[in-house]
């Protein structure tokens, strides 16, 4: 955003701030900047110069401009005390008692980092509100001189080669979002490198917004009262369990002086932190008793105890303090009463209750008189497993909508969840930064693209352009895994032969390593039983050896929760596994010459469709009965069907019968988990392994305490089993080029083509039996093919909206311009959300 409109900005009337903007502009800004030499013939022409007075943080920061000055130029600079006479000046506006430049910044109390860069013909003037703004305008300043942080490592920064250094500016900035924590890293992550990374790409922020779940810290801080008085918690189910995930009883009034006696004492105990978190523990569980009731929603109750404590903490007589709060799974619908001038509600943007979408919730708390920020989900290693085209953080075109978007409604503070996975999303993590400092460089988005190919690649960029285009930008096209892995192995190919510069090198190094991790794990995710340790353990291995290079969630696969995959074991001592020898350059080689051998690009007669996996009952189309198609219940090894469970149902009973291989029974008992895309917790709501492989059939039941779409899991070491579902239950086999189903047997099972379809296209790993439209005339037959390959079938007028079906058929078949879900009949058919919206509607 340009200086002269950063003076019109609006004031944040909504905060309360006392803002006072410039109506025109200075003189002085509205003149030409004067040029001022720094460096020439390898001799520094001003010193660095800090007040006396200035802070730790601040003379760290003049340091670090000296250093990288030098860096650029290749002359030595002087770190010394002075006045603000002349030289390059650096500190807060408030350490200079005689400026030489005029100077007119808002006066705000929570937007209070603002800064301005500023030549004359004595030196130049970097000068900042607070020691983060100074920060900012040193890295900026930089910045502007050609210097980039783009990913986290050394391997990803540029510093450039300017012996004759000028500069000429006169800016004034300050940030369109008040706090910008994403991305910020897991937090297991390596904090130095985030934390270098973020005050570099000016992420750093003077005021801090506290919003984790915070009930747990209120019960240990005060864990004596809490025993000795158990009606605080929440009743539930006619007890009250409390523990330190559980809710509170809001209408307690003796519950609410606790929690705000709990947060006075934190304030005053830290008078100088602007804020204090009020959110409610993760998951459910709320009181049921009658007098919360009474209350009203969830939200009600939250927001009723944020606002008790907004002002018991405004009236302590420490200024301005402010109460955050995520509106988040149960408490995220908006609320029936009003909150706080101080409370600021960051609406999260997935983990969404009462059928709202996330513009009625932006919408609603706004409504509610709610200071605005956002929770997003940029990447969650459980959602993306660390690969390209899957997170949100990667995807170029939803951070330049949701970013300006986020804050034409109101929002001022960001709070996402990232992963170390700057091998599918380091574009994306970079831009984040310029998006949420100036909302406006999403109209700049291909300027900031071409800037970052540009100064990282040099000579390589045209290749690199094709990698990040692929990975970043194309999220919206199909393409077979092993199709992604061979077109990056060959782009990254081709950037390598393009140039000779070290650095450019070791950075495409890097992502040969990150895509050999998406071949090893393509081979992981294809195979079963002891292939499938073998290659859990081949990505293992791999991953932590190239840890150091960032680009990887290696803490979250090696040392968390791996893939949440029951079938595969990491030993408890893994140190066998570990290994910190480098990379060399031969091995490299011979990783990007055997990827491109082993991976072929895809090239299709058709273009495939891309669906979402947010499912809903095919029912609802009203499409004609059919003869139920059929399915052997009988499987080996992983096995994978979505069900959906009705309001008045919140369990699903089966009859399984384990081991029916006699000679395999030594490989365990059947291991099953149920899912829910409602569970905030992202683990499966129930899990049973209690079948053992006899042969014989057993009842067991499992239950969630959600409604509707589930995906239930299960895996028996490949001795088959026998699975028998509730008949007339919602049951649906997904079956994807990254997913097959993985079907034994016949099956006769009925798919849906949308009306519109002109292509129904997809793979095929079995030449046996044929296609058939909605009069049940065979349109192909699957043993014309020959071999496994991929199939193109047109499909005739009138038949699009209907139902087809794959006909005596065996192994799978991946559907690619059609949703891939398969069942036996319309009432067992579950389809995405956007297809049935789309179709039920009168044409």
Avoid at 667 to 677: E, Q
Wanted: glycine residues 8%.
């Amino acid at each position: 955003m340009s200086n002269s409109k950063r003076q019109f900005r609006h004031a944040w009337a909504f905060f309360g701030l006392v803002a006072s903007l410039l109506a025109t502009p200075s003189p002085l800004s509205a003149q030409p900047p004067s040029e001022v030499s720094l460096a020439s013939d390898g001799r520094a022409r001003q010193p660095v110069v800090v007040s006396p007075k200035a802070t730790p943080v601040v003379r760290a920061t003049a340091k670090e401009l000296a250093d990288y000055l030098a860096r650029i130029s290749g002359a030595v600079f002087r770190v010394e005390d002075g006045d603000a006479a002349s030289g390059i000046v650096v500190g807060l506006v408030s350490d200079f008692a005689d400026l030489p430049i005029e100077v007119n910044f808002e006066t705000a109390t929570v937007n209070r980092d603002q800064y301005l860069l500023r030549t004359t013909n004595n030196g130049l003037y970097l000068l900042g509100t607070t020691p983060a703004a100074v920060q900012c305008a040193v890295w900026d300043f930089l910045h502007r001189q050609g210097y980039r942080l783009f990913f986290l490592t050394d391997t990803w920064e540029v510093v450039p080669n300017q012996p004759n250094l000028t500069a000429a500016v006169n800016v004034t900035e300050q940030p369109d979002y008040v706090t910008r924590q994403g991305p910020r890293g897991a937090p297991w992550s390596n904090r130095d490198l985030w934390n270098r990374w973020k005050t570099r790409n000016r992420m750093n922020s003077s005021f801090s917004l506290s919003t984790g779940h915070a009930y747990g810290g209120v019960v240990r801080r005060n864990q004596k009262t809490f025993d000795e008085h158990p009606e605080y918690f929440a009743l539930m189910n006619g007890q009250r369990p409390g523990g330190a995930n559980a809710k509170f009883c809001v209408s307690n009034a003796e519950l609410r002086q606790v929690v705000v006696d709990d947060a006075v004492r934190e304030m005053k105990a830290q008078p100088e932190r602007d804020s204090i978190s009020v959110d409610p523990s993760d998951g459910g569980g709320w009181c049921e008793c009658e007098a919360c009731r009474e209350m009203g929603t969830a939200s009600d109750r939250a927001l009723t105890l944020a606002n008790h404590v907004a002002v018991a903490i405004n009236g302590l007589g420490l200024g301005d303090k402010y109460v955050g709060m995520y509106a988040y799974n149960d408490h995220s619908p908006p609320p029936n009463i009003k909150a706080h001038p101080k409370v600021v509600i960051s609406v999260a943007t997935s983990f969404i209750r009462g059928g709202y979408n996330i513009e009625e919730l932006v919408s609603g708390w706004q409504a509610a008189d709610a200071v605005l920020g956002i929770r997003d989900y940029h990447d969650v290693f459980a959602w993306s497993h660390d690969l390209p085209r899957k997170a949100r953080g990667g995807n170029i075109a939803y951070l330049t909508r949701t970013i300006p978007w986020f804050h034409e409604h109101g929002s001022r503070f960001m709070n996402s969840e990232n992963m170390d996975s700057w091998g599918a999303n380091g574009l994306g993590y970079w831009i984040t930064p310029q998006l949420l400092w100036d909302v406006e460089n999403a109209e700049r988005v291909d300027v900031l693209i071409e800037d970052f190919l540009d100064k990282a690649f040099g000579a390589a960029k045209e290749p690199m352009r094709s990698f990040y285009q692929l990975a970043n930008r194309d999220h919206e096209s199909v393409r077979s895994h092993q199709d992604v892995v061979a077109r990056m192995y060959r782009s990254l190919d081709q950037a390598r032969t393009l140039t000779s510069d070290p650095r450019v090198r070791a950075r495409c190094d890097d992502l040969v390593l990150y895509t050999r991790y998406l071949e090893l794990y393509g081979e992981y995710r294809k195979a079963d039983g002891k292939a499938r340790q073998h290659g859990f353990e081949q990505v293992w291995r791999h991953t932590y050896r190239m840890r150091d290079r960032m680009m990887l969630s290696t803490v979250a696969l090696c040392d968390r929760g791996g893939f949440r995959d029951r079938t595969v074991q990491k030993p408890d001592d893994a140190t066998s596994w570990k290994s910190s020898k480098p990379f060399g350059e031969v091995e490299i080689a011979d990783i990007l010459n055997a990827g491109i051998s082993a991976n072929e690009p895809t090239v299709l007669d058709f273009k495939p469709t891309k669906y979402s996996d947010d499912l809903v009952p095919a029912t609802q189309l009203k499409l004609s009965h059919v003869a139920p198609g059929r399915y052997d219940n009988r499987g080996r090894g992983r096995q994978q069907v979505y069900l959906w469970l009705p309001e008045n149902s919140r369990q699903i009973e089966l009859d399984v019968t384990g081991g029916l291989i006699t000679h395999y029974r030594d490989r365990g008992n059947v291991k099953f988990s149920l899912f829910s895309p409602k569970e905030v917790t992202l683990d499966a709501v129930d899990h049973d392994d209690s079948v053992p492989p006899d042969g014989k059939q057993r009842r067991i039941v499992l239950k969630s305490p959600h409604r509707g779409l589930h995906r239930l899991q299960w895996n028996d070491g490949s001795d088959m089993t026998k699975v028998i579902l509730p008949a007339g239950l919602p049951l649906t086999f997904r079956s994807m080029l990254e997913e097959p189903m993985r079907l034994g047997g016949r099956w006769d099972l009925y798919f849906y083509v949308p009306h519109g379809t002109a292509i129904v296209g997809g793979y095929t790993d079995s030449t046996r039996g044929t296609m058939l439209d909605s009069d049940n005339k065979a349109v192909f037959d699957f043993s014309t093919l020959g071999a496994a390959g991929y199939f193109s079938v047109a499909v005739p007028v009138g038949q699009d909206g209907k139902l087809w079906k794959f006909s005596n058929s065996r192994g799978s078949r991946m559907l690619m311009t059609v949703p891939p879900y398969l069942a036996t009949s319309i009432e067992t058919l579950l389809l995405p959300r956007e297809v049935v919206e789309s179709d039920r509607s009168p044409r």
